[in-house]
């Protein structure tokens, strides 16, 4: 059904048995995976992939790949970090092309910086692939320009928890409230409020408009309004279950006057043509 164009001259890197492949998966529509991505997921033997990894995306798996769950999403338990990178070791050992399918970018808050060590304090060979992170990929589909040229000449990826889901203890809100106008938060629906709360008290204006992006770039995706001062309420009514980016900043309101005529559709799932024959 993908019908890519005519790319033969393409040859992609040698994916060799007993190597580790750490692939961004992007935030959500298979169509911003990249080619790497999509051809590693085509020639693996095993895929271990994040819980929030789209279904959609795990049928661009090859025939012999065998997909086994790794990640945990919000409020459940995951394998645990440790296990996980036995797991990748173990796998590349067996002489296996092992694919790390993680969401975003596998270094963006995403863990795949300790991955990357474990491979290689155990000699594995591995190699990182670049996915879009949701703080590119989710604004973009929301229409708003991350930094638009007079509005934010900088702009800030902040995590609002740390490993215990606590607000990050080493975080200085003070300097983060004067560093950028543009402030993207990952992981801060618990924590939205107290962080609201600690930019007000920093000096930025209540009034200031913040986006809750949640399910960006997938059919699901959902975009809520707040200020500064609303944004701890408008979170106590967002499932946490739901992946939401945050972002404060004067380039939010953009959106306003992109939004109507914005197309942001995913690549859609459709039932291959002999299962819809069969099932008329
Ligand atoms: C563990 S972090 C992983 C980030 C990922 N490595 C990246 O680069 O996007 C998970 C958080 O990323 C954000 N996120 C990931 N996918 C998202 C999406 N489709 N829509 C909104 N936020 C998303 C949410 O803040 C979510 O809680």
């Known amino acids: 059904m ?5 790319a033969s001259h393409l040859v992609p890197p040698d994916f060799a048995p007993g190597s580790v492949w750490l692939v961004g998966a992007g935030p959500g529509d298979p169509g911003l995976l990249t080619l790497h991505a999509a051809s590693a997921l085509n020639r693996a033997d095993v895929i271990l992939h994040d819980a929030l990894v789209a279904p959609e995306i795990l049928t661009l798996a090859g025939p012999r790949a065998r997909l086994e769950s790794a990640g945990k999403r919000a ?12 797991r990748l070791i173990a796998l590349a050992r067996q002489g296996l092309r092992v694919v790390r399918l ?4 596998p270094l963006v808050f995403g863990r795949g910086g300790e991955e990357a060590l474990a491979l290689a304090a155990a000699g594995i060979p591995f190699r990182i692939l670049p996915g879009i992170s949701a703080g590119i990929g989710a604004t973009a589909s929301a229409a708003i320009p991350l930094t638009h040229r007079g509005l934010a000449h900088a702009a800030i990826f902040v995590t609002g928890h740390d490993r215990t889901g606590e607000l ?21 629906l618990g924590t939205i409020g107290a962080i609201a709360a600690a930019l007000i008290a ?11 992006l949640s399910d960006a770039t997938t059919p699901r995706q959902k975009t809520r309004r707040a200020t500064l001062a609303t944004a701890g309420a408008v979170a106590a009514g967002i499932p946490s279950r739901d992946p939401t980016l945050i972002v404060i900043g004067p380039t939010v309101g953009l959106a306003d006057l992109l939004g109507p005529l914005h197309e942001s559709a995913p690549m859609r799932l459709v039932p291959p043509p002999q299962a819809s024959a069969a099932g008329a």
């Open 102 to 105: 993680k969401g975003g970018d």
């Open 75 to 86: 409020g459940q338990p995951g394998r645990g970090q440790l296990a996980l990178n036995e």
């Open 168 to 188: 990050p203890a080493d975080l200085d809100w003070t300097a983060i409230a004067c560093a950028a106008p543009v402030i993207v938060l990952y992981m801060a």
């Open 2 to 6: 993908l019908a890519l164009p005519a």
């Open 202 to 212: 920093a000096g930025r204006d209540p009034a200031e408009p913040v986006a809750f």
